[in-house]
């Protein structure tokens, strides 16, 4: 049983349209993450969120993306005008006030941009 | 140097032989290690911490060399259902991200 939901299981879109992909926590966490792994390729910290603030970003989280916990439950991930290669699988993965306490995962959403 | 380097394999093992995954990093102030297993198209699952000491957990042994920034994991008495992609994660102490590898594809052969 995951420690977190996500949902859709499967998202497909145009180019150039938004998407959101939404995150549920079991449990009341307040550290969240994004990560993606494009096919074949290994799996890339995004963001991570704490009490409602990001706290840091990659490069590769520009404009194009943002984050947010609307109603205090979802985790929401939002992507605005895709592009063909952000194709991938997208990870929420919940973690602890402890730095070295591991993260665990969601089951993910693919997002396929045709 | 990659932050997190390991071998892509795949390794092809015979069931009930013993392997070793290495893994090094390049960030000497890394604080946390884990070793988490990914199945196909499926999300990272962790598998296990690794401590300075070393640590055991059944079939599972992790190990860590800070001196030498490498980490390892052997599997005794591999299993069909070891069979998955193993996947080296490092973090920092002040960041809140994870960094992992590429990761090691085991196949188990019956």
């Known amino acids: 049983e995951p420690e977190v939901t996500q949902t859709p299981s499967h998202q497909v879109t145009q180019m150039g349209q938004e998407v959101i992909l939404r995150c549920v926590p079991i449990?009341?966490?307040?550290?969240f993450y994004w990560y993606r792994q494009i096919l074949g390729q290994k799996v890339e910290f995004l963001v991570s969120f704490y009490n409602n603030e990001i706290s840091e970003k990659s490069e590769i989280f520009d404009d194009q993306f943002s984050v947010e916990r609307p109603d205090g439950s979802n985790f929401t991930l939002k992507i605005r005008s895709t592009k063909l290669e952000d194709s991938a699988m997208y990870f929420c993965?919940?973690?602890?006030?402890?730095?070295?306490?591991?993260?665990?995962f969601g089951d993910g959403t693919r997002l396929s941009i045709l | 140097r990659k932050e997190v380097e390991q071998d892509p394999g795949p390794f092809n093992v015979p069931e009930g032989a013993t392997v070793a995954f290495n893994c090094t990093y390049s960030n000497s102030a890394s604080q946390s290690f884990f070793w988490y297993r990914q199945d196909c198209r499926k999300e990272p699952k962790l598998l296990m911490s690794v401590y300075s000491s070393g640590n055991e957990d059944g079939r599972f042994t992790a190990q860590l060399n800070r001196a030498s920034q490498y980490i390892s994991l052997l599997i005794r008495d591999s299993k069909l259902s070891d069979s998955a992609t193993y996947l080296c994660v490092v973090k920092g102490n002040r960041d809140d991200k994870i960094i992992f590898g590429k990761g090691t594809r085991l196949h188990i052969l019956p």
């Open positions: 449990s009341n966490h307040l550290y």
């Open positions: 993965a919940r973690g602890d006030r402890d730095s070295n306490q591991p993260q665990h």
